[in-house]
């Protein structure tokens, strides 16, 4: 695997409402919990419904200066499970899309 779950912050820091963002050969990526906001102190009873986005894009933008039509994303659950999902998703992208981001 190219892009390693090691790499990314654990799955507690995106309950503080931040996005870890990479890039890795000419294609970008975010991952975030969405909503994005800072649930930490929040009781897990008391929160709403939240997933993992995972989200890639070709450079050199960054994800703010990114037209979203050229962004493609995907949700997972907010646990272990979903963030190694999410990051195998992102080296999927990278791989079936190759051609997108070396240009």
């Given at each position: 695997?190219?892009?390693?779950?090691?790499?990314?912050?654990?799955?507690?820091?995106?309950?503080?409402?931040?996005?870890?963002?990479?890039?890795?050969?000419?294609?970008?990526?975010?991952?975030?919990?969405?909503?994005?906001?800072?649930?930490?102190?929040?009781?897990?009873?008391?929160?709403?419904?939240?997933?993992?986005?995972?989200?890639?894009?070709?450079?050199?933008?960054?994800?703010a200066?990114?037209?979203?039509?050229?962004?493609t994303?995907?949700?997972?659950?907010?646990?272990?499970?979903?963030?190694?999902?999410?990051?195998?998703?992102?080296?999927?992208?990278?791989?079936?899309?190759?051609?997108?981001?070396?240009?």
């Amino acid at each position: 695997m190219a892009i390693e779950v090691s790499s990314f912050f654990n799955l507690m820091h995106y309950e503080y409402g931040e996005a870890y963002f990479g890039s890795y050969k000419g294609m970008r990526y975010r991952l975030a919990r969405e909503p994005l906001e800072n649930v930490k102190f929040v009781p897990v009873d008391q929160r709403g419904p939240a997933t993992l986005m995972a989200t890639v894009w070709p450079e050199p933008n960054s994800y703010a200066h990114t037209d979203k039509s050229l962004m493609t994303s995907e949700n997972f659950e907010v646990s272990q499970e979903g963030l190694e999902q999410a990051v195998q998703w992102i080296n999927d992208q990278y791989t079936s899309r190759e051609s997108e981001w070396t240009k």
